[in-house]
Protein backbone atom coordinates (compact mmCIF):
# COMPACT_ATOMS: atom_id res chain seq x y z
CA UNK A 1 0.00 0.00 0.00
CA UNK A 2 1.40 3.27 -0.92
CA UNK A 3 0.10 4.89 1.99
CA UNK A 4 1.71 2.80 4.47
CA UNK A 5 4.87 4.15 5.11
CA UNK A 6 8.53 4.58 3.45
CA UNK A 7 9.87 1.27 3.88
CA UNK A 8 6.38 -0.56 1.81
CA UNK A 9 7.71 2.51 -1.57
CA UNK A 10 11.12 2.24 -1.25
CA UNK A 11 11.09 0.69 -4.75
CA UNK A 12 7.84 2.52 -6.33
CA UNK A 13 7.65 5.07 -8.64
CA UNK A 14 7.00 7.94 -6.97
CA UNK A 15 5.20 10.90 -8.53
CA UNK A 16 4.07 14.62 -7.78
CA UNK A 17 1.02 15.41 -9.74
CA UNK A 18 -0.11 18.78 -11.18
CA UNK A 19 -3.43 18.52 -8.97
CA UNK A 20 -1.25 18.46 -6.52
CA UNK A 21 -1.39 14.77 -4.82
CA UNK A 22 1.81 12.19 -4.50
CA UNK A 23 1.24 8.79 -6.51
CA UNK A 24 3.35 5.76 -6.07
CA UNK A 25 3.38 3.06 -8.74
CA UNK A 26 0.22 5.78 -9.82
CA UNK A 27 -1.93 4.81 -6.47
CA UNK A 28 -2.75 8.01 -4.75
CA UNK A 29 -0.66 8.28 -1.14
CA UNK A 30 -3.34 8.67 0.89
CA UNK A 31 -1.87 9.15 4.02
CA UNK A 32 -1.30 12.59 4.76
CA UNK A 33 1.85 12.83 7.52
CA UNK A 34 3.47 10.44 4.18
CA UNK A 35 2.26 13.32 1.46
CA UNK A 36 4.16 16.11 3.79
CA UNK A 37 7.20 14.08 4.12
CA UNK A 38 7.22 13.92 0.89
CA UNK A 39 6.91 17.45 0.30
CA UNK A 40 9.15 18.61 3.34
CA UNK A 41 12.42 16.43 1.36
CA UNK A 42 11.57 16.49 -2.55
CA UNK A 43 14.74 18.32 -3.89
CA UNK A 44 16.52 19.58 -7.31
CA UNK A 45 18.89 16.26 -7.73
CA UNK A 46 22.44 17.58 -8.37
CA UNK A 47 21.76 17.40 -11.83
CA UNK A 48 19.52 20.38 -11.06
CA UNK A 49 16.48 19.26 -13.98
CA UNK A 50 14.79 16.04 -11.96
CA UNK A 51 13.88 15.70 -8.75
CA UNK A 52 14.25 13.37 -5.71
CA UNK A 53 12.70 12.92 -1.89
CA UNK A 54 16.08 13.10 -0.12
CA UNK A 55 15.86 11.89 3.38
CA UNK A 56 19.20 10.98 4.32
CA UNK A 57 21.55 8.50 2.35
CA UNK A 58 19.79 5.11 2.84
CA UNK A 59 16.53 6.89 2.03
CA UNK A 60 16.01 8.41 -0.97
CA UNK A 61 13.93 8.41 -4.38
CA UNK A 62 13.76 9.60 -7.89
CA UNK A 63 10.72 11.46 -7.93
CA UNK A 64 8.49 12.58 -11.78
CA UNK A 65 7.10 16.08 -11.13
CA UNK A 66 4.60 16.37 -13.54
CA UNK A 67 4.47 20.80 -13.04
CA UNK A 68 5.86 21.96 -10.35
CA UNK A 69 7.28 19.95 -6.46
CA UNK A 70 5.47 22.68 -4.98
CA UNK A 71 1.87 24.07 -5.10
CA UNK A 72 -0.25 26.87 -3.03
CA UNK A 73 -3.00 25.21 -1.16
CA UNK A 74 -4.37 28.21 0.39
CA UNK A 75 -4.28 31.81 0.40
CA UNK A 76 -4.42 34.93 3.15
CA UNK A 77 -4.50 38.52 2.73
CA UNK A 78 -3.28 40.17 5.92
CA UNK A 79 -4.76 43.60 7.45
CA UNK A 80 -1.85 45.68 5.69
CA UNK A 81 -2.80 43.82 2.39
CA UNK A 82 0.14 42.03 2.22
CA UNK A 83 -0.66 38.25 0.77
CA UNK A 84 0.24 34.92 2.18
CA UNK A 85 0.66 31.63 1.07
CA UNK A 86 0.49 28.36 2.09
CA UNK A 87 2.56 25.21 0.54
CA UNK A 88 2.42 21.65 0.09
CA UNK A 89 5.22 21.45 2.65
CA UNK A 90 3.12 22.75 5.59
CA UNK A 91 5.05 26.13 5.14
CA UNK A 92 4.04 29.63 4.90
CA UNK A 93 6.00 32.52 2.69
CA UNK A 94 4.78 35.82 2.21
CA UNK A 95 3.81 36.08 -1.95
CA UNK A 96 6.43 37.50 -4.37
CA UNK A 97 3.82 39.43 -6.37
CA UNK A 98 5.89 40.27 -8.87
CA UNK A 99 6.32 36.45 -9.88
CA UNK A 100 2.93 35.59 -10.25
CA UNK A 101 2.49 34.89 -13.95
CA UNK A 102 0.09 33.03 -15.94
CA UNK A 103 0.71 29.40 -17.84
CA UNK A 104 -0.88 27.08 -20.42
CA UNK A 105 -4.35 26.58 -20.07
CA UNK A 106 -4.79 29.95 -17.71
CA UNK A 107 -2.88 28.16 -14.44
CA UNK A 108 -1.52 30.69 -11.77
CA UNK A 109 2.30 30.17 -10.71
CA UNK A 110 4.35 32.40 -8.33
CA UNK A 111 7.95 32.06 -7.55
CA UNK A 112 8.55 30.33 -4.15
CA UNK A 113 11.40 29.17 -1.53
CA UNK A 114 13.53 32.51 -1.89
CA UNK A 115 12.70 32.22 -5.66
CA UNK A 116 14.53 28.84 -6.22
CA UNK A 117 11.08 27.19 -7.17
CA UNK A 118 8.12 27.69 -9.26
CA UNK A 119 4.82 26.86 -7.66
CA UNK A 120 1.38 25.95 -9.17
CA UNK A 121 -1.81 27.39 -7.25
CA UNK A 122 -4.38 24.73 -6.60
CA UNK A 123 -7.86 25.76 -7.82
CA UNK A 124 -9.23 26.75 -4.34
CA UNK A 125 -6.31 28.77 -3.97
CA UNK A 126 -6.39 30.60 -7.34
CA UNK A 127 -9.86 31.68 -6.50
CA UNK A 128 -9.52 33.30 -3.39
CA UNK A 129 -7.23 35.33 -5.07
CA UNK A 130 -8.79 35.65 -7.97
CA UNK A 131 -10.89 38.56 -5.75
CA UNK A 132 -7.55 40.33 -5.31
CA UNK A 133 -6.91 40.41 -9.67
CA UNK A 134 -7.77 42.93 -11.51
CA UNK A 135 -8.10 43.18 -15.70
CA UNK A 136 -7.45 47.25 -16.20
CA UNK A 137 -7.49 46.38 -19.71
CA UNK A 138 -7.92 43.21 -22.57
CA UNK A 139 -6.00 40.71 -21.54
CA UNK A 140 -3.82 42.58 -18.94
CA UNK A 141 -3.98 41.45 -15.14
CA UNK A 142 -2.78 43.14 -12.26
CA UNK A 143 -2.41 41.79 -8.77
CA UNK A 144 -3.51 44.00 -5.71
CA UNK A 145 -1.28 43.93 -2.86
CA UNK A 146 -2.89 46.36 -0.56
CA UNK A 147 -1.77 49.81 -2.50
CA UNK A 148 0.49 48.45 -5.06
CA UNK A 149 -0.91 46.64 -8.07
CA UNK A 150 1.48 44.09 -9.88
CA UNK A 151 1.55 43.24 -13.70
CA UNK A 152 0.54 39.28 -13.90
CA UNK A 153 2.59 38.46 -17.00
CA UNK A 154 2.58 35.07 -19.02
CA UNK A 155 4.50 31.47 -18.62
Do not use: Q
Not at 101 to 130: I, P, Q
Not at 144 to 153: S, W
Amino acid sequence: MPGAGFYSIHTAKLRFGADGIWYADDEPVTHPRLARLFSRYVRRKPDGGSYEVWIDERYHADVEVSDTPFVVTAVETDPEGRIWIDLNDGTTELLDAASVAVGRDNVLYCMVKNGSERARFLRAAYYHLAGAIEEVAAGDLRLRCGETKHPIGRI
